[in-house]
């Protein structure tokens, strides 16, 4: 298996606040991790950067972590820091293989992207009605837990969508009450990516009109790997932004981040 992952500034943002991490653990699993901090709150760009390292460190022990274990390994790190507790405030997406699968868990929003072996692309996008995902720092302030339950639907819909054989043009949406999670075989597959939500927000300017893009559409261009060896997705993200997108007008408006698992029948 080959891991990378890349992350880069949306045009709207002075300081990048989306993180990703990719690897392996001692026994050969890989591992793909994205944060994305909420704008609203301060430092979340450091934020994100403890709760993907904190991730990591479970991963990394071959298992998959619960939202508390890691946002309580984040909150001693920043606190050692001086880092204001709604700076934790992020997103969570993991992912972890063993020889028969991939799973996924996605605390708050984010994007789950598995590529099939005939070459179709089977896109997860989980968004929370009222644009308040419940951030895994939620955890650690009673309070604000309870304020988000009194005012925002506890339910992830997942939107799904794709290309390839047997896949429809119309997204199928399914209604989570709980942690999203997926199992994805591996036999049936050559990569599974994670995504931020800024895979929502690239638009295509035209005229001066901000044209939003579909994610899928956004998604097939992105994850077209000609090398899939060495830091390919950082390499595929650079193109991507400095020409391709310069070439068509498009423009990532928000932070982006992508993780991404690449099995070697892909090279």
Do not use: K, N
């Not at 799904?160 to 942690?179: F, K, L, N, Q, Y």
């Amino acid at each position: 298996m080959h891991t990378d992952a890349w992350f880069c500034l949306g045009d709207t943002h002075v300081v990048c606040e989306d993180f990703a991490l990719a690897g392996r653990t001692a026994l050969g699993e890989a591992y793909a991790i994205v944060c994305d901090g909420c704008s609203s709150s301060p430092q979340t760009d450091v934020g994100a950067r403890l709760l993907a390292l904190a991730a990591q460190a479970c991963l990394r022990l071959g298992r998959l972590p619960d939202a508390e274990e890691v946002v309580e390994r984040a909150a001693r790190a920043g606190a050692l820091l001086e880092l204001p507790p709604r700076g934790l405030d992020s997103t969570l997406l993991v992912a972890l293989t063993d020889a028969e699968r991939c799973r996924v868990r996605v605390f708050g929003d984010g994007v789950v992207a598995a590529r099939r072996r005939d070459g179709g692309l089977h896109v997860h996008r989980f968004e929370h009605p009222d644009g308040a995902p419940p951030y895994p720092s939620y955890g650690l302030d009673p309070e604000r837990l309870a304020a988000w339950r009194r005012c925002c639907a506890p339910v992830v819909v997942e939107h799904r969508s794709g290309t390839g054989a047997g896949v429809g043009p119309e997204p199928v949406c399914i209604e989570h009450e709980h942690t999203p999670e997926l199992t994805l075989r591996i036999d049936e597959l050559t990569s599974v990516t994670l995504g931020s939500d800024g895979l929502d927000a690239m638009v295509a300017v035209d005229d001066g009109v901000a044209t939003p893009l579909p994610v899928a559409t956004v998604l097939e261009r992105l994850l077209c790997f000609p090398r899939p060896q060495g830091r390919f997705l950082a390499r595929r993200g650079r193109r991507f932004l400095r020409r391709e997108c310069a070439r068509d007008g498009w423009r990532p408006t928000d932070d982006l981040a992508l993780a991404t698992i690449l099995w070697p029948e892909a090279a």
